[in-house]
T-cell receptor, first 112, second 113 residues
């Protein structure tokens, strides 16, 4: 079972920041938070991951609360091409099966 | 270009007719995996491989076989497909199981009549 809770859908205006929340209240100390997205039935695409510090890359920023029970993915300037389902996943770094447990995700619609 | 490729991308077949979906990666990754995606059930792992000749079952292996004879290829075999295997299939790869990024293929949409 997925260990995360995300809103099923969100809207965002083009050019504005998209802030996608995720609750992971049962996260363990050795579990990372990962974000992937899936654009219209294409293969999921890795976005970013973190343990407890905030992270930023060319795609997005990840803000993790101090107690690590929740996090927020930030797309700083959303474009129409960012319309996708966004998945928040928690997993240990060493996972024998290597599997990613995808929940239902958040369907983000970026509107002109 | 680093990528995971799958063939075919679309396939309609009939019950019982053996088929193979190929997966190939050009990144020299050790780890490869197959998922299926169904409405309301999300992505579920079928099989995975940690290296050549090393494969293991995921969460939903029934009705599927895999092989890993070469590092770059990880075909998914349906010996006797049934309608409940109608799904969207994704292959993924990464350096190891405990690496941060998994790269996914474009998907294969399979319909079994």
């Amino acid at each position: 079972d997925a260990k995360t809770t995300q809103p099923p859908s969100m809207d965002c205006a083009e050019g504005r920041a998209a802030n996608l929340p995720c609750n992971h209240s049962t996260i363990s100390g050795n579990e990372y938070v990962y974000w992937y997205r899936q654009i219209h039935s294409q293969g999921p695409q890795y976005i970013i991951h973190g343990l407890k510090n905030n992270e930023t890359n060319e795609m997005a920023s990840l803000i993790i609360t101090e107690d690590r029970k929740s996090s927020t993915l930030i797309l700083p300037h959303a474009t129409l091409r960012d319309t996708a389902v966004y998945y928040c996943i928690v997993r240990v770094t060493y996972n024998q099966g290597g599997k990613l447990i995808f929940g239902q995700g958040t369907e983000l619609s970026v509107k002109p | 270009e680093a990528q995971v490729t799958q063939n075919p991308r679309y396939l309609i077949t009939v019950t019982g007719k053996k088929l193979t979906v190929t997966c190939s990666q050009n990144m020299n990754h050790e780890y490869m995996s197959w998922y299926r995606q169904d409405p309301g059930l999300g992505l579920r792992q079928i099989y995975y491989s940690m290296n050549v000749e090393v494969t293991d079952k995921g969460d939903v292996p029934e009705g599927y076989k895999v092989s890993r004879k070469e590092k770059r290829n990880f075909p998914l075999i349906l010996e006797s497909p049934s309608p409940n295997q109608t799904s969207l299939y994704f292959c993924a790869s990464s350096w190891t199981t405990h690496t941060d990024t998994q790269y996914f293929g474009p998907g294969t949409r399979l319909t079994v009549l």
